[in-house]
């Protein structure tokens, strides 16, 4: 470990020259002791010609290669040849990383055969951390001694110099070189059995033209039969015509008796077991599944024989059919284990298809139990008189507002927005409240379009642009409006952007705002955005961030000693105050998140485990959450018509929908394997945060 010292910190370790680097990345994790952080990279020495390699969640560009898709064999070509591994639980930790010496000798699993000193705590924010860590841990009668063994989750024998090389010995012997829920992989080549089925290079052009054609649905029925009867001594025409009755025909018994077949004149023949177990998964026959994929659902254990080496479209096919059977039984522990293997490797296919569709899906249902006990306040909408008559402006001009949606002229825009500040502001506040009191009005018109109810929407972005604190007394009458009221006027705009109308005319009152939040029922997404808003304050003002971090430490003391009162406990409002804490604080803000939890009602939906909470804490790099501040006219203007599916471009939106996941579907051979890619971001495409979205 670089920057680590009294004592050095190393291991000598051995691994498979197969192994990509995203199973490197996984063995020195276990070599080292490190525990939580899924972050990495590999970048060569200074001046080196040798590319930079990335885990799959940081950023590519054209000159890096994913560790997934990368071999030691294909980068590691020179012995004393040299790499820096950066692991990222939080803070970076930097490990030289030299090849000593290239082995002549078939690996199959890592091993550790040297090391000294422990590895630091995961939870150090770094080398000067660390070295503070072990002076406080020397001296029992220290004052911070109890904190930081609690903190760092040490016990009180731990020793900075202890190595236990029996023990790394068996923490690296578990590593399978990717998650840890499946035996280590090796890739075989498509043309594993290209001997034993008497497989030329013309063969497999013809497999995969029919293959594509039974994919795109144009499969041809006759040509088939022939190809079938023509190669008998080969599994893959046959499985093509087996999914052709399962998928066109609906021949389903002509379909069970070719797959049967199949498995028992090629039981090496791994699709037709998961085409078997996708049909008894779809007609949830459940029980027969594992009869196909083994009782461990765990392919290296279903073919011992084969030593774990399988082609990519044998893996992916396997572990997306187990999956798959495992959302049909709603496991999710289980089917949570082949997604992120999936994920993992094979980023691509999981980014948009029905595998994570599926997956979110179970995630959804079971959260579903679990907020059903969990409590909502009811919004009642403070009281403003109704009336009939539309408000007269100062300016004729913002009439317009009540006949234009986000497409109006931005030079009509341009022209409002340079009236008279005083009574320009005036008119909008008449604007928000006639969203209020006309509001029945407006329900029971027969015929809306989207442009009679956009009005309010126009107020709030001139508002926000001129930075109109003037108008905050009216937009905390409008933020006290019940939940019919924010369905009807402001739907996705309530949880994605009401926060940035709050952060312009609201972020001098965070006294106000704090009053606001522990008013009795009052709306809880408008509550969380005033929470979001908060965080915005601290992210992108580090002057004001003590302020921020002192109104949680207030609201979230206030939450709880009002805990009994339903007016005002919202299980929603309370669990998201505590995440964003988590980001704005720091390691000294735990204690209070540690009681929020012992309380029992904070959601794990929300927030993750206390454990989340640990890791996110010392992560320091929380850029992700820093969203953007709009300072213009146009810029709430172009956000409200991206938000609405239009480009900046006259073109309309794409509507080209992603690849279906084809494993999900009967599978068939081709000779190009599929192809794992880089994955991205909040992967469902949603376009909300990953923390709003998909990751609970």
């Given at each position: 470990m670089i920057d680590v010292d009294s004592p050095?910190?190393?291991?000598?370790?051995?691994?498979?020259?197969?192994?990509?680097?995203?199973?490197?990345?996984?063995?020195?994790?276990?070599?080292?002791?490190?525990?939580?952080?899924?972050s990495f990279r590999f970048e060569p020495e200074e001046n080196s010609a040798d590319p930079v390699i990335l885990g799959y969640d940081q950023h590519n560009d054209e000159n890096s290669l994913d560790a997934a898709e990368t071999l030691l064999s294909d980068v590691f070509v020179r012995e004393q040849q040299i790499y820096i591994y950066t692991y990222i639980p939080g803070v970076k930790w930097l490990h030289h990383l030299q090849l000593e010496k290239i082995l002549d000798c078939d690996l199959r699993k890592p091993d550790c055969i040297a090391g000294e000193g422990c590895c630091p705590p995961e939870y150090c924010m770094g080398t000067d951390d660390y070295q503070k860590t072990k002076e406080i841990m020397a001296d029992n009668n220290h004052p911070e001694y109890i904190d930081t063994k609690?903190?760092?989750?040490?016990?009180?024998?731990?020793?900075?110099?202890?190595?236990?090389?029996?023990?790394?010995?068996?923490?690296?012997?578990?590593?399978?070189?990717?998650?840890?829920?499946?035996?280590?992989?090796?890739?075989?080549?498509?043309?594993?059995?290209?001997?034993?089925?008497?497989?030329?290079?013309?063969?497999?052009?013809?497999?995969?033209?029919?293959?594509?054609?039974?994919?795109?649905?144009?499969?041809?029925?006759?040509?088939?039969?022939?190809?079938?009867?023509?190669?008998?001594?080969?599994?893959?025409?046959?499985?093509?015509?087996?999914?052709?009755?399962?998928?066109?025909?609906?021949?389903?018994?002509?379909?069970?008796?070719?797959?049967?077949?199949?498995?028992?004149?090629?039981?090496?023949?791994?699709?037709?077991?998961?085409?078997m177990a996708s049909y008894y998964t779809l007609l949830g026959q459940l029980t027969k599944v594992p009869e196909y994929l083994g009782n461990e659902l765990d392919l290296s254990i279903l073919y011992p024989e084969r030593n774990s080496s399988f082609t990519e479209v044998e893996i992916f096919n396997y572990h997306a059919t187990a999956f798959q059977y495992l959302i049909a039984k709603e496991d999710v522990i289980e089917a949570q284990k082949h997604f992120i293997f999936l994920v993992h490797f094979f980023p691509e296919a999981t980014k948009r298809g029905e595998l994570f569709l599926k997956m979110i899906s179970l995630r959804y249902k079971k959260n579903s139990e679990k907020l059903k006990k969990e409590h909502t306040v009811k919004?009642?909408?403070?009281?403003?008189?109704?009336?009939?008559?539309?408000?007269?402006?100062?300016?004729?001009?913002?009439?317009?507002?009540?006949?234009?949606?986000?497409?109006?002229?931005?030079?009509?825009l341009r022209k409002i927005i340079a009236l008279p500040q005083e009574t320009l502001v005036e008119d909008m506040k008449k604007m928000l409240m006639d969203s209020i009191?006309?509001?029945?009005?407006?329900?029971?018109?027969?015929?809306?379009?989207?442009?009679?109810?956009?009005?309010?929407?126009?107020?709030?972005?001139?508002?926000?642009?001129?930075?109109?604190?003037?108008a905050f007394d009216t937009v905390l009458t409008v933020m006290r409006q019940d939940k019919e009221y924010f369905d009807f006027w402001f739907g996705y705009i309530l949880t994605e952007d009401f926060w940035r109308f709050l952060y312009m005319i609201a972020q001098n009152r965070l006294d106000r705002l704090k009053d606001f939040m522990l008013e009795p029922n009052r709306h809880a997404f408008v509550r969380t955005a005033v929470s979001e808003t908060v965080l915005q304050v601290a992210m992108h003002q580090p002057d004001r961030k003590w302020e921020a971090l002192q109104w949680y430490y207030d609201v979230l003391r206030a939450i709880i000693e009002k805990k009994d009162d339903l007016r005002i406990f919202d299980t929603i409002v309370f669990s998201s105050v505590v995440h964003d804490l988590m980001i704005a604080g720091d390691r000294q803000h735990f204690p209070?998140?540690?009681?929020?939890?012992?309380?029992?009602?904070?959601?794990?939906?929300?927030?993750?485990?206390?454990?989340?909470?640990?890791?996110?804490?010392?992560?320091?790099?929380?850029?992700?959450?820093?969203?953007?501040?709009?300072?213009?006219?146009?810029?709430?203007?172009?956000?409200?018509?991206?938000?609405?599916?239009?480009?900046?471009?006259?073109?309309?939106p794409s509507t080209k929908l992603a690849k279906p996941v084809k494993p999900i579907k009967p599978a068939t051979q081709s000779g190009n394997t599929h192809k794992a890619a880089r994955n991205a971001p909040c992967p469902c495409g949603s376009g909300k945060k990953y923390k709003r979205c998909c990751s609970r």
């Open positions: 050095k910190v190393w291991r000598q370790i051995i691994v498979p020259e197969q192994y990509s680097f995203l199973s490197l990345h996984y063995a020195i994790k276990a070599a080292f002791g490190w525990k939580n952080g899924m609690n903190w760092m989750e040490l016990n009180e024998q731990w020793n900075p110099c202890e190595f236990d090389l029996a023990e790394t010995k068996e923490r690296i012997a578990n590593v399978n070189g990717g998650p840890s829920f499946f035996r280590n992989y090796h890739i075989a080549s498509h043309d594993i059995f290209d001997e034993k089925y008497g497989l030329t290079p013309e063969l497999w052009e013809l497999i995969d033209e029919v293959n594509e054609q039974i994919t795109s649905g144009t499969g041809d029925l006759g040509k088939l039969k022939n190809l079938t009867e023509k190669y008998p001594n080969m599994p893959h025409f046959r499985n093509m015509l087996s999914v052709y009755y399962l998928r066109e025909e609906k021949k389903f018994r002509r379909f069970r008796k070719i797959a049967r077949q199949i498995i028992k004149e090629f039981p090496e023949y791994v699709l037709a077991r998961c085409n919004a009642i909408a403070q009281y403003v008189p109704p009336t009939e008559e539309a408000p007269m402006f100062r300016h004729r001009e913002v009439e317009i507002f009540y006949r234009k949606s986000w497409n109006i002229n931005r030079d009509t009191s006309r509001h029945t009005h407006f329900l029971s018109r027969e015929k809306l379009t989207e442009n009679d109810y956009s009005f309010h929407i126009h107020a709030f972005h001139i508002l926000s642009s001129l930075k109109a604190e003037e209070l998140i540690e009681e929020c939890f012992a309380t029992g009602l904070v959601s794990e939906i929300y927030v993750g485990a206390l454990q989340d909470v640990k890791n996110q804490l010392v992560n320091e790099d929380k850029s992700y959450y820093k969203n953007e501040i709009f300072a213009t006219i146009d810029q709430y203007y172009d956000n409200w018509k991206i938000k609405f599916g239009m480009r900046q471009s006259d073109e309309p």
